[in-house]
């Protein structure tokens, strides 16, 4: 199979689990937790160990760190724009009845995965098992964040396939973002490149930092997120050698 379907199936597969699995039958908060926290291991991995040396080697170290501040910035925007709900464990914010929950989670859900989308694409740039392991680590972000959109919107409409399709549609953006990302960042300039990689960087550490840690740890006792998240980064330590 060619490595860009492989990525696209990769990437559709955690909207489509999440959102199958919110019109059918919510999963535990403790799986769930351990999911989020193994892909903040995965996406803090991948940032420290393969993108900002990669962004470096292929700029210079002052690019590789505007990139990730960029890329930081960009995500604090959005989050302040956009009516964000964090979709890890389906939490409204304080004021807004279910219905618009429903609808701002997926707003912010659309915006968030177009730069995901585009971080998959960026980390074909030095080759496509990088892009690979950041399109898992996305993926498994995703799966909650489906629950937690078609869950809300089935609760309201009780059209189970309608509520799974409109979910489901959260994919687009990040599809959108992975192909434009690939097939044009032969034609961009190297330093932009360079910003672009450390910009994903720090996309993904944001990510992780504002919303998977806090959400995957802060409720459990008994120290098994910590596990998963040391798991998902000795993943990426592994998988580096193959």
Same mark, same amino acid.
């Given at each position: 199979?060619?490595?860009?379907? *492989?990525?696209?199936?990769?990437?559709?597969? =955690? +909207?489509?689990?999440?959102?199958?699995? =919110?019109?059918?039958?919510?999963?535990?908060? $403790?799986?769930?937790?351990?999911?989020?926290?193994?892909?903040? #291991?995965?996406?803090?991995?991948?940032?420290?160990?393969?993108? @900002? &040396?990669?962004?470096?080697?292929?700029?210079?170290?002052?690019?590789?760190?505007?990139?990730?501040?960029?890329?930081?910035?960009?995500?604090?925007?959005?989050?302040?724009? !956009? &009516?964000?709900?964090?979709?890890?464990? /389906?939490?409204?914010?304080?004021?807004?009845?279910?219905? $618009? %929950?429903?609808?701002?989670?997926?707003?912010?859900?659309?915006?968030?995965?177009?730069?995901?989308?585009?971080?998959?694409?960026?980390?074909?740039? %030095?080759?496509?098992?990088?892009?690979?392991?950041?399109?898992?680590?996305?993926? @498994?972000?995703?799966?909650?964040? #489906?629950? /937690?959109?078609?869950?809300?919107?089935?609760?309201?409409?009780?059209?189970?396939?309608?509520?799974?399709?409109?979910?489901?549609? *959260?994919?687009? +953006? %990040?599809?959108? =973002?992975?192909?434009?990302?690939?097939?044009?960042? +032969?034609?961009? +300039?190297? *330093?932009?490149?360079?910003?672009?990689? #450390?910009?994903?960087? #720090?996309?993904?550490?944001?990510?992780?930092?504002?919303?998977?840690?806090?959400?995957? /740890? /802060?409720?459990?006792?008994?120290?098994? %997120?910590?596990?998963?998240?040391?798991? =998902?980064? !000795?993943?990426?330590?592994?998988?580096?050698?193959?």
């Amino acid at each position: 199979m060619h490595p860009v379907t *492989t990525i696209t199936l990769i990437a559709i597969s =955690g +909207p489509l689990i999440g959102s199958l699995i =919110g019109v059918v039958k919510k999963p535990s908060n $403790r799986f769930m937790y351990n999911m989020l926290a193994f892909a903040a #291991g995965v996406m803090l991995a991948v940032s420290f160990l393969e993108l @900002i &040396p990669e962004s470096i080697e292929l700029s210079s170290i002052w690019i590789a760190v505007l990139g990730i501040i960029l890329g930081a910035a960009v995500m604090y925007v959005v989050d302040k724009i !956009i &009516p964000h709900i964090h979709p890890s464990m /389906c939490s409204k914010e304080e004021g807004h009845n279910i219905r $618009r %929950t429903a609808y701002y989670l997926l707003i912010g859900i659309f915006i968030h995965n177009f730069p995901e989308g585009l971080a998959m694409g960026l980390g074909s740039v %030095t080759e496509m098992k990088l892009s690979m392991l950041i399109a898992v680590a996305i993926a @498994i972000h995703d799966i909650p964040e #489906g629950v /937690c959109t078609s869950a809300p919107y089935y609760y309201i409409t009780k059209k189970r396939l309608k509520s799974f399709l409109v979910s489901f549609s *959260t994919a687009i +953006p %990040t599809l959108l =973002g992975f192909f434009l990302a690939y097939y044009f960042y +032969p034609l961009i +300039p190297m *330093t932009m490149v360079g910003i672009m990689i #450390g910009a994903t960087a #720090g996309l993904m550490i944001y990510i992780s930092s504002d919303e998977l840690i806090p959400t995957s /740890c /802060c409720k459990l006792t008994d120290h098994s %997120t910590i596990f998963s998240l040391i798991f =998902g980064v !000795i993943s990426v330590v592994l998988l580096g050698f193959l």
